[in-house]
């Protein structure tokens, strides 16, 4: 147990005196989370109040459009309407002859129409205004609760749980003598293997999945996006998750080619080009390719969980949950299989 302990310290102070480590683990996530939550608000700004026109007094729909409730009606002279719409006092005018005036498109603008046009087909009916209901959708969706926009979060938190693999490079490195000079060095002492194993795993895991917190605690509080509605759910997908990752690290690591600059490289890569696949690059991506590949959805371990996240948090669907622990409990099972197969214990002849 002593042993076991020395070894946590260590992997512990390693983590801790590296700067790239605690970059993109801890704060890599919470910087591109940081940059998607600042652009869909620039590009989903829009203020959902009452919009501002601008109409004549003695206009005939005055009156009508006071009662849909929708807008902030300005009694205004027609020669003064180019001005307020110039200067944006006003989103749009109603003319005369109920045609609509405005200076820019937008999605007010585009409102103001259809609702003239809609009362406009009501009167060719003579159906009372007071009957009908502006504004209100008969249709209630259950499928799409919030923009698809949050599946970058998802796909995000998906590609940081895997992270565990970096740190698990380091705990073969550090044991094989044939692939670093420090497992060289190791490889003279009577060091029990298994337990320096089993200590950087553990370490790894409890680091990654306390930083996968601190990014899930930064989006719902800090950005106060609601995208974690079942936490003990979404928190045992997370550690199986931080687990495989630490397992396909491990692989990785104890694969007898490449220096540890190279092994890095090949979970960066490999890790973003899943993450790109499953939609952190674009909601549509992982939609196109899905419909286009159905099979990429399930094999891609990223892509399977960012759906589970969402199907979860988003629709309550927990059914896609078995094909997730499936694949994910055979991939740890060959990848440690290949780990150990990698890391046996062997003589050399010189090191």
């Not at 409890?206 to 936490?231: G, H, R």
């Not at 960066?268 to 952190?280: E, P, R």
Request: charge should be neutral; proline fraction near 3%; include cysteine.
């Amino acid at each position: 147990m002593k042993f076991f302990l020395r070894e946590i310290k260590y992997y512990s102070i390693d983590m801790l005196h590296s700067l790239d480590g605690m970059f993109w683990t801890l704060v890599y996530p919470i910087l591109l989370s940081s940059l998607y939550f600042t652009i869909f608000s620039a590009v989903g700004n829009y203020d959902a109040g009452k919009i501002e026109i601008g109409i004549e007094k003695n206009n005939p729909i005055y009156r009508t459009l006071e009662f849909t409730g929708m807008f902030d009606t300005k009694i205004i002279a027609e020669a003064d309407a180019n001005e307020m719409l110039r200067t944006k006092k006003i989103k749009t005018f109603i003319e005369a002859g109920q045609s609509i005036r405005v200076s820019e498109d937008g999605l007010s603008q585009t409102i103001t129409k259809t609702v003239i046009d809609q009362i406009k087909q009501i009167e060719a009916l003579n159906v009372p205004i007071n009957s009908f209901q502006y504004g209100k959708n008969y249709i209630e969706s259950k499928n799409e609760k919030m923009s698809l926009s949050i599946i970058l979060f998802y796909s995000l938190l998906a590609m940081v749980s895997i992270y565990t693999m970096f740190g698990s490079i380091d705990v073969a490195l550090k044991i094989q003598g044939n692939i670093s000079k420090l497992g060289a060095r190791i490889c003279t002492t009577p060091i029990k293997r298994f337990y320096s194993y089993l200590a950087g795993i553990i370490f790894y895991i409890v680091f990654n999945l306390t930083a996968n917190l601190i990014y899930i605690s930064f989006v719902l509080f800090v950005l106060k996006i609601p995208f974690i509605t079942d936490f003990k759910v979404t928190l045992l997908l997370l550690v199986y998750a931080n687990i495989f990752g630490s397992v396909v690290g491990l692989f990785i690591g104890s694969a007898p080619i490449g220096d540890t600059q190279s092994k890095s490289m090949i979970c960066v890569f490999s890790s973003l080009f899943l993450a790109f696949l499953s939609g952190m690059m674009g909601p549509e991506i992982k939609m196109s390719l899905e419909n286009a590949v159905p099979i990429l959805g399930t094999i891609n371990p990223i892509a399977l969980f960012t759906t589970n996240l969402y199907n979860i948090n988003i629709l309550g669907e927990y059914s896609s949950m078995p094909a997730f622990f499936i694949v994910y409990t055979i991939g740890i099972i060959i990848f440690l299989s290949l780990s150990f197969i990698n890391s046996r214990k062997v003589q050399y002849d010189s090191l």
